[in-house]
């Protein structure tokens, strides 16, 4: 069997993801802990008497001789992935295929490898993430005291600053790695516990006493993988629910990130841009096109992303008593495909934070245009302090605003400054150069730069240099 492009191939084979992810999810890498797993059970076998320790040596020296194209053919025939892999790996070791997969049933092999790529793709996005986190806190660091005006409701409210807005992006992918760390730190395996969970199958070739404790206490150490302290046939789909959710929980931090990104983009803002290539092309048919599809494609997968924690919960809620088969199928594409989409996501988050574009022309005029208008609220509780009715002021203010969010909307320059700066009614509380510095919005920032400098230290000294 080979496949080229004249057939379908899945955007996740070439298009989306590291090769490093696609190789923890290759059928290759599969089959290689298939046979990881039957060398150690074997070899722990040997420990208590149950096979020849050269039965187990036998099956060592053929661990990583995975004949795919020989496994292929003898599934054909039987139909059963995991024991056509038997029988190949058999095949290649003469003295000890005759013992392998002694008291196992197939998803005691399955299900532990399978952790174990839980296990490994956890690591390898927890440490993309680690990086993306570091190049967070060097860009608040250096944005911490550039000031912008921030919108809610998208509009125009208050200033804040770039620094402080990015640590807010930073805040929650911080609770992500939070979250995955403390997900890859309690994944667990099924154990060797054969085909209900209840260790039949091995309780009768070790017998009594506390053999059988002591067997999956050895394979445990073996294999550095706590088993669930009970489990059916395979471990508890809640697993894969749990992994899941922490991926699509991360799909959504950087979903903002990447729609903040789109906005901000967009020529009426323009504050922020992702890298564009010098011969990067927009539009076949517009040819000064600039569009974010970096941002757009983390937006598009993130939606892919955060629908497959349903999927687990199904595959969870609907096992029915001790196993049914209906999970497989779909875990087949689930569990590689969630990892490849949050792999995609967190390397082409890194790509836009390092080449990240920021036009503080863009900023400054936005600053001038519409921080007036976040001035009032410093200025009416100045006029307050200084003895004036403060309901008076705030309907005066807002007539203030009215008229100059009207000459804005005519292409006129905002008039506000000016206009409050002659009122005699405010300035028989206020003299106007004290009215004229209330109305500054640059300096209506509170501690936020203190406050995001102080969380990219922290974010640092907790997980980019520990």
């Not at 020296?61 to 790996?89: G, N, P, T, W, Y």
């Amino acid at each position: 069997m080979s496949f080229d492009y004249d057939t379908y191939l899945s955007p996740f084979t070439w298009r989306y993801g590291s090769a490093e992810m696609r190789q923890v999810w290759s059928e290759v890498h599969k089959r290689r802990l298939w046979r990881e797993l039957w060398c150690v059970l074997a070899e722990v076998q040997a420990e208590f008497g149950l096979v020849q320790p050269e039965q187990a040596a036998d099956l060592r020296l053929h661990v990583e001789q995975v004949d795919l194209r020989r496994s292929l053919e003898i599934e054909a025939e039987i139909h059963h992935d995991l024991m056509a892999e038997l029988k190949a790996f058999a095949g290649q070791a003469p003295l000890g295929g005759g013992i392998l997969h002694l008291g196992a049933t197939s998803m005691d092999i399955e299900d532990n490898a399978d952790v174990l790529r839980l296990r490994q793709s956890l690591e390898l996005l927890l440490e993309r993430l680690r990086h993306l986190l570091g190049l967070f806190a060097d860009r608040i660091d250096a944005c911490s005291d550039t000031v912008l005006i921030a919108f809610t409701h998208l509009q125009p409210a208050e200033p804040s600053t770039l620094g402080y807005r990015l640590a807010q992006y930073a805040q929650d992918l911080l609770q992500d790695w939070e979250e995955l760390d403390r997900v890859r730190v309690g994944l667990r395996g099924k154990g060797f516990n054969g085909a209900v969970g209840t260790g039949a199958s091995y309780a009768e070739l070790l017998g009594g006493g506390d053999r059988l404790a002591r067997f999956a206490e050895r394979l445990s150490a073996r294999l550095g993988l706590p088993f669930y302290p009970v489990s059916t046939q395979v471990y508890p789909r809640k697993q894969d629910y749990r992994v899941t959710s922490a991926l699509a929980g991360l799909g959504g931090s950087l979903y903002k990130f990447a729609f903040d990104l789109r906005l901000l983009q967009s020529p009426v803002f323009g504050e922020l841009s992702e890298p564009f290539g010098a011969r990067q092309v927009g539009s076949s048919a517009m040819p000064f096109k600039r569009n974010p599809i970096n941002a757009e494609k983390i937006d598009s997968l993130a939606r892919a992303l955060a629908q497959m924690p349903r999927l687990a919960w199904d595959n969870a809620a609907h096992s029915l008593l001790e196993r049914t088969l209906d999970d497989s199928a779909n875990r087949r594409s689930l569990l590689p495909e969630a990892f490849l989409i949050a792999d995609e996501l967190l390397r082409t988050a890194t790509r836009i934070l390092e080449g990240l574009q920021v036009n503080a022309k863009a900023m400054e005029q936005n600053l001038a245009t519409y921080g007036p208008f976040a001035g009032i609220e410093r200025l009416l509780m100045g006029l307050a302090k200084a003895g004036a009715d403060r309901q008076e002021m705030h309907e005066n203010l807002r007539q203030h605003a009215l008229r100059a969010w009207e000459a804005l909307q005519a292409g006129q320059p905002n008039p506000l400054v000016e206009n409050i700066s002659r009122d005699q009614d405010i300035l028989k509380y206020l003299p106007e150069i004290e009215v004229r510095d209330l109305l500054k919005a640059s300096q209506y920032l509170g501690d936020a730069p203190q406050r995001a400098r102080k969380f990219a230290e922290a974010m640092r000294l907790s997980v980019v240099e520990a």
